[in-house]
């Protein structure tokens, strides 16, 4: 797989490059000084890998660059919990009739 430039992502004044290198894991370029400073992978759960700067500003630019839509949708599949048929979401016409008495 080759790269691919996602977008740019600023944080604390700081513009941030985001680079996908492999399905699921992106690169991380500080723009200021064109340097390396570490990776995410987005699946199983978000994993990072800070180089030149402290693990939680990583783990903020990954959130950051996942919230701005900067990395590729992975195609999971839904949950089986949340899967619903279509017959049971549908919603039902209002009615103009009152409703029945109780009785």
């Not at 691919?4 to 492999?22: D, E, P, S, W």
């Not at 987005?42 to 701005?68: F, K, Q, S």
Request: charged share 15%; net charge positive.
């Amino acid at each position: 797989m080759t790269t691919k430039v996602k977008g740019m992502v600023q944080l604390a004044g700081v513009t941030y490059r985001i680079v996908r290198v492999a399905t699921g894991s992106y690169s991380v370029i500080r723009i200021s000084d064109d340097q390396d400073v570490g990776s995410f992978k987005t699946a199983p759960a978000l994993g990072i890998e800070a180089r030149l700067i402290e693990p939680n500003l990583l783990r903020e630019v990954a959130r950051l660059a996942i919230h701005a839509a900067k990395t590729s949708y992975a195609g999971f599949p839904a949950p089986a919990a949340a899967r619903v048929s279509a017959v049971n979401v549908a919603p039902h016409p209002p009615s103009s009739a009152p409703p029945p008495a109780a009785t």
